[in-house]
């Protein structure tokens, strides 16, 4: 196939990476030329996949995003000179608030308010290439964990110790390494939806978008040739366990209807962190899960230091 086709396509993947990954008419042109690609150019199917990988779909308009929360104030903080949008609220011990993959930090900003109240600094950001950030280091609209590991690592740099961590999805992986590695070291942690190995995220897109076995195999080598990705510096499980550092008290919370991540993630992560408290959710899947008003209340609570009790929608782990 021509070069300038190849191009062509790759940039009609691009443009059409959130339908496809949510669905729709693009959903099944991509597993056709996947499941193609398995057989007649492996090695082109597993550089798209690699593309559609990293890629990171456009945020909504910043009217969408909006909760209705009062702005903050605003950070001068950078990463590698690329201006991250970074805000915070509130005084007291420092809250960070850490999105997932393709996300952008308003999705947590119903926990602000709460934990403004509760006594706490809060502070939360756009990974790079995400929402309103500037580009990470693959380019605009490509991005991985380690830029969400990056930018942890540079905003606590500037708001200095951090008492604790809120993430959600791919969040929780970044803080997850990062804790592991001694990066950062806050006190107590909450995981909501937690994401905990590259190799879940792999089975994820190998079932939506229809990769065989070699295309699956041949992204995650171009992910390791091109950016130096590997599986294993991503599996949270067991960097926890080979860890050497201190690890802070921890709250996992899942939805049994997740669609994104195993619902076994959290326990799976539980089974190596010492003391880690595990809630199970029903019937709010991967993102309504982070908004129910069950799972602010306890994540509150817990930060707080308060015991954290089930409520009539979740059940204990």
């Given at each position: 196939m021509?070069?300038?086709k190849?191009?062509?396509?790759r940039a009609?993947?691009?443009?059409h990476h959130?339908s496809a990954?949510?669905g729709?008419?693009?959903?099944?042109?991509?597993?056709t030329a996947f499941?193609?690609?398995e057989?007649l150019?492996?090695?082109l199917?597993?550089r798209l996949?690699q593309?559609i990988w990293f890629?990171?779909?456009?945020?909504p308009?910043v009217?969408?995003?909006?909760r209705g929360l009062?702005?903050?104030?605003?950070?001068k903080?950078?990463?590698?000179?690329?201006p991250l949008?970074?805000?915070?609220?509130?005084?007291g011990?420092?809250?960070?608030?850490?999105?997932?993959w393709s996300g952008?930090?308003q999705?947590l900003?119903?926990?602000?308010?709460?934990?403004?109240?509760?006594g706490?600094r809060?502070?939360?950001?756009?990974?790079?290439?995400?929402?309103?950030?500037?580009p990470?280091?693959?380019?605009p609209?490509?991005?991985?964990?380690?830029?969400?590991?990056d930018?942890?690592?540079?905003v606590?740099e500037?708001v200095?110790?951090?008492?604790?961590i809120?993430a959600?999805s791919?969040?929780?992986?970044?803080?997850?390494?990062?804790i592991?590695?001694?990066?950062v070291?806050?006190k107590?942690v909450?995981?909501?939806?937690?994401?905990?190995?590259?190799e879940?995220?792999?089975t994820?897109?190998?079932?939506?978008?229809?990769?065989?076995?070699?295309?699956?195999?041949l992204?995650?080598r171009y992910a390791?040739?091109?950016h130096?990705?590997?599986?294993a510096?991503?599996?949270v499980p067991?960097?926890?366990a080979?860890?050497?550092?201190d690890?802070p008290?921890?709250?996992?919370?899942?939805d049994?209807?997740?669609?994104?991540v195993?619902?076994?993630?959290a326990a799976?992560?539980?089974?190596?962190?010492?003391?880690?408290?595990v809630?199970?959710?029903?019937g709010?899947?991967?993102?309504?899960?982070l908004?129910?008003?069950?799972?602010i209340?306890?994540a509150?609570?817990?930060?707080?230091g308060?015991?954290?009790?089930p409520?009539?929608?979740?059940?204990?782990?």
């Amino acid at each position: 196939m021509p070069i300038v086709k190849l191009r062509s396509f790759r940039a009609w993947l691009a443009r059409h990476h959130v339908s496809a990954l949510g669905g729709g008419a693009a959903l099944g042109v991509i597993r056709t030329a996947f499941s193609v690609g398995e057989w007649l150019a492996p090695h082109l199917a597993g550089r798209l996949g690699q593309a559609i990988w990293f890629r990171v779909p456009p945020a909504p308009p910043v009217a969408k995003r909006n909760r209705g929360l009062a702005p903050g104030t605003p950070l001068k903080i950078s990463l590698h000179g690329r201006p991250l949008q970074a805000f915070t609220w509130g005084a007291g011990p420092v809250v960070l608030l850490m999105h997932g993959w393709s996300g952008w930090w308003q999705q947590l900003s119903v926990y602000v308010e709460p934990l403004v109240a509760a006594g706490f600094r809060v502070v939360t950001w756009d990974a790079p290439s995400h929402g309103e950030s500037a580009p990470g280091r693959y380019g605009p609209h490509y991005s991985s964990i380690a830029d969400l590991v990056d930018a942890l690592a540079v905003v606590t740099e500037q708001v200095g110790p951090v008492e604790a961590i809120v993430a959600h999805s791919a969040g929780s992986m970044a803080a997850g390494v990062a804790i592991a590695a001694g990066q950062v070291s806050p006190k107590r942690v909450v995981f909501v939806s937690p994401s905990v190995t590259g190799e879940d995220h792999i089975t994820y897109l190998t079932k939506h978008l229809g990769w065989g076995r070699r295309t699956a195999r041949l992204v995650q080598r171009y992910a390791d040739q091109r950016h130096g990705i590997r599986m294993a510096d991503y599996n949270v499980p067991q960097l926890i366990a080979e860890s050497t550092y201190d690890l802070p008290e921890a709250l996992f919370i899942s939805d049994a209807d997740d669609y994104e991540v195993p619902t076994d993630s959290a326990a799976r992560l539980a089974e190596h962190w010492p003391g880690a408290q595990v809630v199970l959710t029903h019937g709010f899947d991967h993102f309504r899960v982070l908004w129910a008003p069950p799972t602010i209340e306890q994540a509150v609570d817990f930060l707080a230091g308060k015991a954290v009790s089930p409520s009539p929608a979740v059940q204990h782990g």
